[in-house]
Nanobody
Framework: QLQLVESGGELVQAGGSVRLSCAAS????????MGWFRQAPGKEREFVAA????????SYADSVKGRFTISRDNAKSAMYLQMNSLKPEDTAVYYC?????????????????WGQGTQVTVSS
């Protein structure tokens, strides 16, 4: 089993920045492609960003492209999401997820392990 724990969520004003972290334990972190998803109240969970196991390939949802940056540090078994120029519509619970594959994916069903989520609230 791979355990994932998110942190860094907070209340921030529109235009501000937040950095989320995802700490992994239990298995070899570098064996997994990773992703960030989010879920706003009353909405389905949606893809935010993904990164391949080596970090060389990245993918972003159109809604966050140019504002968010995904990264990982395999030596620390950690993944990050730097979120800049935040908008009220970015308000959601953010989840990190791991996929038993080297390839990144935007489909939540492709991910095998999930964290508990961290709340990001952007005020206008």
């Amino acid at each position: 089993q791979l355990q994932l724990v998110e942190s860094g969520g907070e209340l921030v004003q529109a235009g501000g920045s937040v950095r989320l972290s995802c700490a992994a334990s239990g298995r070899t972190f570098s064996s997994y492609a990773m992703g960030w998803f989010r879920q706003a109240p009353g909405k389905e969970r949606e893809f935010v960003a993904a990164i391949s196991w080596g970090g060389g390939r990245l993918s972003y949802a159109d809604s966050v492209k140019g504002r968010f940056t995904i990264s990982r540090d395999n030596a620390k078994s950690a993944m990050y999401l730097q979120m800049n120029s935040l908008k009220p519509e970015d308000t959601a619970v953010y989840y990190c997820a791991a996929r038993v594959s080297p390839l990144l994916s935007a489909a939540s069903g492709d991910y095998n392990y999930w964290g508990q989520g961290t709340q990001v609230t952007v005020s206008s």
